[in-house]
T-cell receptor, first 112, second 113 residues
Framework: KQEVTQIPAALSVPEGENLVLNCSFTDSAIYNLQWFRQDPGKGLTSLLLIQSSQREQTSGRLNASLDKSSGRSTLYIAASQPGDSATYLCAVPPSNTGKLIFGQGTTLQVKP | KAGVTQTPRYLIKTRGQQVTLSCSPISGHRSVSWYQQTPGQGLQFLFEYFSETQRNKGNFPGRFSGRQFSNSRSEMNVSTLELGDSALYLC????????????FGQGTRLTVV
């Protein structure tokens, strides 16, 4: 049974810092991994999707890496800004379907 | 291009009542999935529909049901509401079944009193 874990649960950093969020999964037979952002009381915004054949994906100040063999993914945020404050979630499908298994998320606070 | 639209945004219901939530996927997307989000359990998968057929179902009681229409719009229904059903219900749309890049709506906040 696939389980997804995100550490740390919460993170507070000063503006301008580079930071790394971690996501680990127990079954390495994944099709892809998706990172999302959620603002309080809102829906999820898709940030990056990494296919199983890829090692990393980049979008602006965000870079996500994937290491299937070790069951880990990281989301790197460069030059953090207060607007980056949100909860970040990673998710994997247990098979090639639309069902996603989510981690519990990392709540990020970037202080001005 | 319009995103995923969920209606209503907020609902307050009484225990024992039933409720229907609606989701309109991104134009051209044919797969719709539903999730329940609570502070204690996080995001949990409810069900997935593609071409009006339920393809996957999560571990929820039979009080939770759904359907998808020919235009890909989907509804979920919860009967005999319990206090524990209070949650944010999120709908996600994907291009096709097995295409797991998911795009989420803003959610429906259901409060059961």
């Amino acid at each position: 049974k696939q389980e997804v874990t995100q550490i740390p649960a919460a993170l507070s950093v000063p503006e301008g810092e580079n930071l790394v969020l971690n996501c680990s999964f127990t079954d390495s037979a994944i099709y892809n991994l998706q990172w999302f952002r959620q603002d309080p009381g809102k829906g999820l915004t898709s940030l990056l999707l990494i296919q199983s054949s890829q090692r990393e994906q980049t979008s602006g100040r965000l870079n996500a890496s994937l290491d299937k063999s070790s069951g880990r993914s990281t989301l790197y945020i460069a030059a953090s800004q207060p607007g980056d404050s949100a909860t970040y979630l990673c998710a994997v499908p247990p098979s090639n379907t639309g069902k996603l298994i989510f981690g519990q998320g990392t709540t990020l606070q970037v202080k001005p | 291009k319009a995103g995923v639209t969920q209606t209503p945004r907020y609902l307050i219901k009484t225990r024992g009542q039933q409720v229907t939530l609606s989701c309109s996927p991104i134009s051209g997307h044919r797969s719709v999935s539903w999730y329940q989000q609570t502070p204690g359990q996080g995001l949990q998968f409810l069900f997935e529909y593609f071409s009006e057929t339920q393809r996957n179902k999560g571990n929820f009681p039979g009080r939770f049901s759904g359907r998808q229409f020919s235009n890909s719009r989907s509804e979920m229904n919860v009967s005999t509401l319990e206090l524990g059903d209070s949650a944010l219900y999120l709908c996600a749309s994907s291009l096709s079944w097995g295409e797991t890049e998911a795009f989420f709506g803003q959610g429906t906040r259901l409060t059961v009193v």
